[in-house]
């Protein structure tokens, strides 16, 4: 059971209290005479605790609250920010973006803020109340105590096996609520939670678990423990391997890094209209076994249910069966294409376009055992470290292996190897897939969240190796 | 603020700290974005709050709040003394912190021109200026330029007496030009991709001369789309400053924080090469021109203050001299345990954040004799590569690989032709050892970046990087298949 900290939370209270003061920043907004106005407002209680050489050692907490104001006149649109949510700070904020509006030129194509419906009447926006899906209580009210019990069954797992523990065990209460001068009027609570670790064994071995969840009492700690010292104790004493082209299965630490670079670099429909994405309806750029969706509603991952512009989410076939589909969109790239936001705007201002928050690739039916099964020489792959695009069109990214890198021959594994760099294309990477594993993981990465198997992939080219 | 600070330290005291910190933090900021020739996004930002660091136990705790009353600082501070009770529970070694003279006094970064009084049509007409001359190019596709000015208001205590206040403001400005066809995209930004930031008022963006810089790097935008690939070998390259500071930062600036180095970042950021045995044995990291320092008194870096999140004064701390490894970034908690005294490198990102060890100005120092001009006409056959485009390094911070915008040819002393799709790899000492040129201080200059990532939850810091160009031979560039 769950130990809880002494406030409870109310989140049907905490949602009225969010769409209130965006209510309340509506009106004084218009009251200063904007001619449309979004107010968005956001707040967390977000507690992490950190662990290293097997003990915490760092355990912090955050009451946080952040006010966004889109302020239009006409077509000239300003933003302000605030975390002050008094008086004072709500007129300032008004009379800040209201002189920031007279200042900008008007924006020639703006699409104007979303309303409640599409074009076609049909409903974008949904009811303004906390959501069902994605909130959990016993994360909103975890405890330091509980986080506590979680690092030490980590530690407790790395301690059996003679290996040390790393990690962090965080539990996050979010709050959104959007209002704006068409009629949107939403609020949303939801929940996050994650555990990760690092081991790291006496003789060079490194290992890595990790889960996120809704529910912070479904995170298995000591499974999670037990994971990652396994894989330190097998990564121990890893040998050098030249650098070239290698098969390789990649676990679905490794292939989170693929969901989120491609929906990073080019499923954004910004990206597309600026002629930097790779994706084009229709066009093949994956194998037959890659589908990838995008949907805020999917209890698979960390549900979310609007957008930051107040827009219901809606399911994105992004790949279907290796085929480009739709790309995500957000008010004003959708207005420019003549159709209605996906809902996946993010905070105004934002030059970065639309992204999708949400990923999902489709299990397959191949189990753990099979995927490394089929390699006849090959690498198994935990996880991917610090990696960047290379070149964003054709979607080459560098990085490095990391806490676990095996040789594997004749389908089994052979013995751990040093960590590689690869430079590799991840277009040419799905469109390699000769296998989907049938389990998923539920991940944070760094556009959010995603779930995703695990992949066998024909080729992979390693340009480097390292001394560890 | 002092009744704030005060009541937070006593409560925290009451409850059974050993120590207490207490920071008060207000941060302003604005940006700018324009994307060819309009104002995408301007945008304000303002927030303020406290947090209350404690020792308990000998274990850490923290909390912190966006409401500055005095309910509220009993509440933080009793939250953070209970989790630091939490965290006792899973502790081997107790905290001990290095002993250091009450913090007392203010500091505020120079400025000449407060970016917050310049009208915001004037800014945003400087950079509209820029946008424009680049967009004006023929073959530009789009064209993305932009602006941002932070301040921070930050109040100090701590239960040994320190109370100090600080006033830092930084800035920065770019222009990037991109160029599109077919699968091929190329683009070159102007001062840096990451913005060309720095510590003072609007002076510093009126002496980058965004305006004069546009054209010229838009015409090369164009030009690379039709230059030939980057060939594959190994061969000598020169470092513009505008890729060494990113060179510097991940290769020495990173794996010279001595928390790295005992474990606290291994679950995220990765650990360090540069354990304690190097440091005892004079471990040679690169050639004898090399000597990095992090100082944080050096004018206009991003890493400048007048103390550091623990109340311990700005300095200078040797990092690399002549080539040989001899010291960290440290903290009160990780110096002593290299006997030494902290270098006051602690920063936090905000007042939700706990300071972590942060860079400060991690700068490469010149080297009397040539300057970057006379590397290159000292130089017969290699690469120039400059502006950083991508970066990546193990978590050890050895095997590294960069991308640069652009490679201009060098031959027999001369930049010649220009190579697209430049990149380099090595490993970092054998990189640096391979150093037989560093650029003198005609040819220096302080950059940074304005997103050094680290920690979790995360933070992002504002850290200066002073380099003046360098040499280096005998460097694996055209990596990967094109």
Same mark, same amino acid.
């Given at each position: 059971m769950v130990s809880r900290s002494p406030d409870r939370i109310d989140p049907g209270a905490r949602a009225a209290a969010g769409l209130a003061l965006a209510d309340d920043i509506v009106a004084r907004a218009l009251a200063a005479g904007a001619t449309e106005v979004e107010a968005l407002v956001t707040s967390e209680d977000a507690y992490l605790t950190r662990f290293a050489n097997s003990e915490i050692h760092q355990n912090v907490a955050e009451a946080n609250i952040g006010v966004n104001l889109r302020f239009c006149l006409g077509r000239r649109i300003a933003v302000a920010a605030t975390g002050r949510t008094d008086d004072d700070g709500l007129r300032a904020l008004v009379e800040r973006a209201a002189a920031t509006a007279r200042s900008v030129a008007e924006l020639k194509d703006w699409g104007g803020l979303p309303g409640p419906r599409d074009a076609a009447g049909r409903g974008i926006s949904g009811s303004a109340s906390a959501s069902a899906v994605g909130y959990a209580a016993a994360t909103a009210e975890a405890s330091p105590e509980f986080r506590a019990d979680g690092a030490r069954a980590v530690i407790a797992a790395a301690d059996a096996a003679g290996v040390l523990a790393y990690g962090s065990f965080s539990t996050t209460r979010e709050g959104m609520a959007v209002a704006n001068s068409a009629g949107i009027r939403v609020a949303h609570e939801r929940t996050t939670s994650q555990l990760l670790t690092v081991q790291m064994s006496p003789d060079g071995g490194t290992g890595y678990a990790e889960a996120a969840a809704t529910d912070a009492t479904t995170i298995d700690a000591e499974a999670i423990g037990r994971e990652a010292a396994a894989k330190a104790q097998a990564s121990a004493n890893p040998v050098s391997l030249p650098a070239g082209d290698y098969p390789v299965v990649l676990e679905e630490y490794a292939v989170l890094d693929i969901a989120d670079m491609l929906g990073y670099l080019g499923f954004s429909a910004l990206a597309v209209q600026e002629g930097r994405s790779f994706a084009e309806p229709g066009k093949r750029i994956g194998s037959e076994l890659i589908t990838i969706v995008d949907d805020g509603a999917d209890p698979a991952g960390l549900p979310m249910t609007y957008d930051f512009e107040g827009v219901a989410k809606q399911r994105v076939v992004l790949v279907e069966r290796g085929v480009c589909r739709d790309v995500v969109y957000d008010a004003q790239t959708a207005s420019r294409d003549g159709r209605a936001s996906t809902g996946h705007g993010l905070p105004?201002?934002? #030059?970065y376009g639309p992204f999708p928050l949400n990923t999902l690739i489709e299990a397959g039916a191949t189990p753990r055992d099979e995927l490394i099964g089929g390699l006849e020489r090959g690498l198994l792959v935990t996880r991917f470290h610090y990696t960047n695009p290379v070149h964003p069109k054709l979607a080459i990214v560098t990085g490095m292996t990391r806490d676990g890198t095996f040789l594997v021959e004749g389908g089994r594994i052979v013995g751990p190897v040093r960590n590689l760099r690869y430079t590799q294309s991840y277009l040419e990477a799905i469109a390699g897939v000769t296998a989907v594993g049938q389990e998923r993981r539920s991940l944070r990465g760094f556009l959010g969240s995603a779930v995703v198997p695990a992949l066998r992939i024909d080729g992979w080219t390693f340009t480097g190796a390292t001394e560890h | 603020m002092r009744d704030l600070t005060d009541r937070a330290l006593d409560t925290a005291s009451g409850l059974g700290a050993t120590y207490a910190d207490a920071r008060i933090v207000r941060r302003l900021e604005e940006s700018i974005a324009i994307k060819s020739g309009r104002v995408e996004g301007v945008a304000s930002g303002e927030t303020e709050g406290f947090g209350v660091r404690v020792l308990v136990d000998g274990a850490w705790g923290f909390a912190s709040s966006h409401r500055l009353d005095l309910d509220e600082a009993d509440r933080v501070a009793g939250l953070a003394v209970r989790i630091a009770r939490a965290s006792a529970t899973a502790l081997r070694d107790r905290v001990a912190l290095d002993g250091r003279p009450p913090a007392v006094g203010t500091f505020a970064t120079p400025v000449e021109e407060d970016p917050f009084e310049i009208p915001l049509e004037r800014k945003i007409g400087d950079l509209l200026a820029a946008d424009r001359a680049a967009g004006a190019v023929e073959g530009v596709t789009f064209t993305e330029s932009s602006y941002g000015a932070q301040r921070e208001w930050k109040t100090f205590a701590a239960t040994d007496g320190s109370f100090t206040e600080q006033l830092i403001t930084h800035i920065g400005a770019a222009v990037e030009a991109n160029a599109i066809d077919g699968d091929e995209h190329q683009h070159r930004s102007y001062p840096d991709a990451g913005g060309g930031w720095g510590a003072g008022g609007y002076e510093l963006i009126r002496r980058l001369d965004l305006l004069g810089n546009a054209e010229r790097h838009a015409e090369e935008a164009v030009a690379l789309l039709s230059a030939p690939q980057c060939p594959a070998g190994r061969t000598t390259v020169v470092l513009d400053p505008s890729q060494l500071y990113n060179q510097v930062h991940e290769s020495c600036g990173h794996p010279t924080e001595l928390d790295r180095v005992f474990g606290t970042e291994a679950s995220y950021a990765g650990t360090s090469f540069l354990t304690t045995d190097r440091l005892q044995e004079g471990f040679r990291y690169g050639s004898d021109l090399i000597t990095i320092v992090a100082d944080?008194?050096? #004018?206009? =870096?991003? =890493?400048?203050?007048?103390?550091?999140?623990?109340?311990v004064a700005a300095q200078s701390v040797d990092l690399v001299r002549d080539g040989i490894f001899v010291g960290y970034q440290t903290s009160r908690e990780t110096a002593p345990r290299i006997g030494r005294a902290s270098g006051g490198g602690m920063r936090a990102d905000g007042w939700n954040r706990i300071p972590l060890i942060r860079m400060t100005n991690i700068n490469l120092l010149p080297v009397d004799g040539l300057s970057l001009d006379d590397i290159v006409a000292d130089t017969d056959d290699g690469l120039y590569l400059a502006t950083n485009r991508s970066w990546s390094i193990d978590d050890r911070r050895l095997n590294f690989q960069f991308a640069t915008e652009v490679a201009y040819e060098i031959k027999g002393g001369k930049r010649g032709r220009l190579f697209k799709n430049p990149t380099y790899t090595g490993i970092t000492y054998e990189f640096w050892r391979s150093c037989d040129a560093v650029g003198n201080a005609g040819s220096y200059v302080m950059l940074g970046t304005p997103n050094c990532g680290k920690g979790e939850p995360s933070q992002s810091a504002h850290v200066g990087h002073g380099v003046s160009g360098a040499r280096f031979r005998d460097v694996q560039v055209g990596v990967g298949k094109w």
């Open positions: 105004a201002p934002n #030059p | 944080a008194t050096a #004018p206009g =870096g991003m =890493g400048t203050f007048g103390w550091d999140d623990e109340g």
